[in-house]
């Protein structure tokens, strides 16, 4: 009973480098999401995604892409890497209608750029 | 643009002592959620309310719609109670939270 699990928990990037984060979750959720939490903000949404292969942008969305080509994963790409991206980036996952709110987080992930 | 604003920004209470932490919203939701997260840590949900009031274990929290406000109490606070706690709201008809900075709670033995 994984949950939501994110990969990699650390990264370290030079500008102009990308990657891939993933998160993964076995819970059968059907919305997904990529926020990102920054000193002295609330997390702010990036990307969403409502269904298998389906996506939309959050608060947040430039510099970033995301898929979801299946319904238990959805990935967060950044093409190319600016310190200005320097976050903590959580996955999220919930299920409408879930009596006990159904909405879980994945353990983060720290990047820096530099 | 739906604000949503917790107070006090940060909490230092002694073992043992009552604590409230607030939150007010500026437009109709469909639920709200508070969430714990520890230094370093992960993001946990502790309730999702609608309406009324909740009870788990030490925690307490309640809602009032028509004042668009939420509180978060912990009885007999303990160190291990450390922690933020963050308010976050979903608009009428949608899944996706907005979230409020947190509140940093730090309980001394």
Known sequence: NAGVTQTPKFRVLKTGQSMTLLCAQDMNHEYMYWYRQDPGMGLRLIHYSVGEGTTAKGEVPDGYNVSRLKKQNFLLGLESAAPSQTSVYFCASSTLGSPIGGYTFGSGTRLTVV | ?109
Not at chain 2, 26 to 46: D, E, F, R, T, Y
């Open chain 2, 1 to 109: 643009k739906n604000e949503v604003e917790q107070s006090p920004q940060n909490l230092t209470a002694q073992e043992g002592e009552f604590i409230t932490i607030n939150c007010s919203y500026s437009v109709g939701i469909s639920a709200l959620h508070w969430l714990q997260q520890h230094p370093g840590g992960g993001i946990v949900s502790l309730f999702m309310l609608s309406s009324g009031k909740k009870k788990h274990g030490r925690l307490i929290a309640t809602i009032n719609i028509q004042e668009k406000h939420s509180s978060l109490h912990i009885t007999a606070s303990h160190p291990r109670d450390s922690a933020v706690y963050i308010c976050a709201v979903a608009e009428g008809g949608s899944e996706k939270l907005v979230f409020g900075k947190g509140t940093k709670l730090t309980v001394n033995p």
